[in-house]
């Protein structure tokens, strides 16, 4: 597994949950990512800002190590990612958080679906 490509990948994740972290005010200026605009009402979604803490985190903490992955850490942060209940894939960003949820959970999905595929997926199990 290519580090840069996780690290790269768990940045584009939290930077689509990155909106969601904070309670946002109608008419507040907010910073878009080429200016500032008048922002729509938006409510913090907890979950986005608890997953987007854990993903700036792993990434950093990946950027931070020298040496490559250990299959054991891939392991760890594949059952933390798309393990199934309670896992980041089991995550979706809160219909109430205010406008631009629906399509926020379209890209989310998309950047999901691109560092799945960086890990290494296991043959299914069963009668051979």
């Avoid at 209940?85 to 998309?110: H, P, Q, T």
Wanted: charged share 25%.
């Amino acid at each position: 597994m290519e580090k840069q490509n996780l690290i790269n990948g768990l940045r584009s994740l939290a930077d689509e949950l990155r909106p969601f972290t904070e309670n946002v005010q109608a008419g507040s200026r907010v910073w878009n990512g080429t200016a500032y605009v008048t922002s729509e009402l938006r409510q913090l979604d907890s979950y986005a800002l608890m997953w987007w803490n854990t993903l700036t985190a792993i990434a950093d903490l990946i950027e931070a190590q020298r040496n490559p992955l250990e299959p054991e850490q891939i392991e760890v942060l594949q059952k933390k990612l798309f393990g199934g209940m309670g896992s980041f894939s089991d995550y979706c960003i809160d219909s109430c958080c205010g406008e631009g949820v629906k399509i926020a959970n379209a890209r989310l999905n998309e950047s999901r679906t691109k560092l799945f595929k960086f890990f290494p997926q296991k043959p299914p199990s069963g009668p051979h």
